[in-house]
């Protein structure tokens, strides 16, 4: 199941929205195309070397902190994918195969880092699943003409 969910990320139609955590801890959400999967593994690519996202991730990465990556698919699924930041390649032989490819799709520009990330965790969020899942592990969380509108219906 984890492939699957990952393979989504190459859906053009997917939204990615990428997590970092701040020097105080707040939240720092971008959206990232960029991002994709490659089997086992996620790949990020960012582009500008003093973006706030980039030093975030590097953050992540000396200190063995985890980041997320919000998913919402086409068919409004949505899914929380914690990950660990694993490497940062920014020269060499595999750099050089995403700067070319950078390069094709956008013409003259610039890539800071590919980052490979590690999925640690992916939890559906969808409302639904959240639904039946905090149904199943609390039912006297409902709402008394809830409760009432089941037993009518038993009677």
């Known amino acids: 199941m984890g492939n699957e969910i990952l ?34 593994q996620i790949i990020y690519t960012e582009y ?21 990556i919000l998913l919402l ?3 409004e699924k949505s899914f929380l ?5 694993h490497r940062a390649i920014v020269n060499g032989k595999e750099f050089q195969k995403y700067y070319e490819a950078v390069q094709k799709q956008y013409g003259d520009f610039d890539l800071s880092t590919v980052w490979i ?17 905090e149904e199943n592990k609390r039912p006297y969380f409902l709402h008394l003409d809830r409760l009432a509108k089941e037993k009518q219906e038993r009677i």
């Not at 500008?48 to 997320?68: A, G, H, Q």
């Not at 590690?118 to 939890?123: A, F, H, S, V």
Request: charged share 30%; no cysteine; hydrophobic share 30%.
């Open 7 to 40: 393979n989504r990320l190459n859906e053009k139609e997917s939204v990615k929205i990428l997590v970092t955590v701040d020097e105080n801890g707040l939240p720092h959400p971008v959206v990232k195309d960029s991002l994709h999967s490659d089997g086992e």
């Open 48 to 68: 500008i070397e003093s973006s706030k996202t980039n030093r975030y991730m590097t953050k992540s990465l000396w200190f063995d902190k985890p980041v997320s």
């Open 73 to 75: 698919t086409n068919d």
């Open 81 to 85: 994918i914690t990950v660990q930041p």
């Open 117 to 133: 990330l590690k999925p640690l965790e992916i939890i559906e969020q969808s409302l639904h699943v959240r639904v039946k899942e």
